[in-house]
T-cell receptor, first 116, second 114 residues
Framework: AQSVTQPDIHITVSEGASLELRCNYSYGATPYLFWYVQSPGQGLQLLLKYFSGDTLVQGIKGFEAEFKRSQSSFNLRKPSVHWSDAAEYFCAVGARGGGSNYKLTFGKGTLLTVNP | EPEVTQTPSHQVTQMGQEVILRCVPISNHLYFYWYRQILGQKVEFLVSFYNNEISEKSEIFDDQFSVERPDGSNFTLKIRSTKLEDSAMYFC????????????FGPGTRLTVL
């Protein structure tokens, strides 16, 4: 069965600093990988996804992630964090189910605090 | 931009009562999902639904749970006899159904079972 580990429960960075959120996955086949962000009272918003091809994926809000098969990792990065990036970030792996859909298995999330 | 909506935002119920959580997926989407997140734990897959039937369900999704698309717009999750451990945030999601389509999530319904 697939699983996702986000080793950091809570990260605090200063505004303008760079950010890297770690994600490791376990899945027997080629994974579909996702990063979602959740602000308080909001749903889960997709930041970026990896299905195949270029292992460096660009997303919204200036985020990027790199798929490293050898390390089973899909870390999320941003060169300069803004106060509005404070939220909870979830990494997920998609496993194909019946038909063309897939189910998502999430990590426990990393809460990002941004100091002014 | 179209979005998934869920009602109510917060539902409080007594143990043993039936609850229905409602979702309105994005209108041209074909796949529908329910996930839940118990406080402090991971978001967990419950069920996926396509063409008016369940595509896949997790071991959490036992006989106490059911899903329905009663009309062309709503997608519901029913819990027949709620237990304390059903207290969680329930997220609805939908996707167009192609291989690489994004699942769009609603804001969630917080269910509290007393």
């Amino acid at each position: 069965a697939q699983s996702v580990t986000q080793p950091d429960i809570h990260i605090t960075v200063s505004e303008g600093a760079s950010l890297e959120l770690r994600c490791n996955y376990s899945y027997g086949a080629t994974p579909y990988l996702f990063w979602y962000v959740q602000s308080p009272g909001q749903g889960l918003q997709l930041l970026l996804k990896y299905f195949s091809g270029d292992t460096l994926v660009q997303g919204i809000k200036g985020f990027e992630a790199e798929f490293k098969r050898s390390q089973s990792s899909f870390n999320l990065r941003k060169p300069s964090v803004h106060w509005s990036d404070a939220a909870e970030y979830f990494c997920a792996v998609g496993a194909r189910g019946g038909g063309s859909n897939y189910k998502l298995t999430f990590g426990k999330g990393t809460l990002l605090t941004v100091n002014p | 931009e179209p979005e998934v909506t869920q009602t109510p935002s917060h539902q409080v119920t007594q143990m043993g009562q039936e609850v229905i959580l409602r979702c309105v997926p994005i209108s041209n989407h074909l796949y529908f999902y329910w996930y839940r997140q118990i406080l402090g734990q991971k978001v967990e897959f419950l069920v996926s639904f396509y063409n008016n039937e369940i595509s896949e369900k997790s071991e959490i999704f036992d006989d106490q749970f059911s899903v329905e698309r009663p009309d062309g717009s709503n997608f519901t999750l029913k819990i027949r006899s709620t237990k304390l451990e059903d207290s969680a945030m329930y997220f609805c999601a939908s996707s167009q159904g192609l291989d690489t389509d994004t699942q769009y999530f609603g804001p969630g319904t917080r269910l509290t079972v007393l």
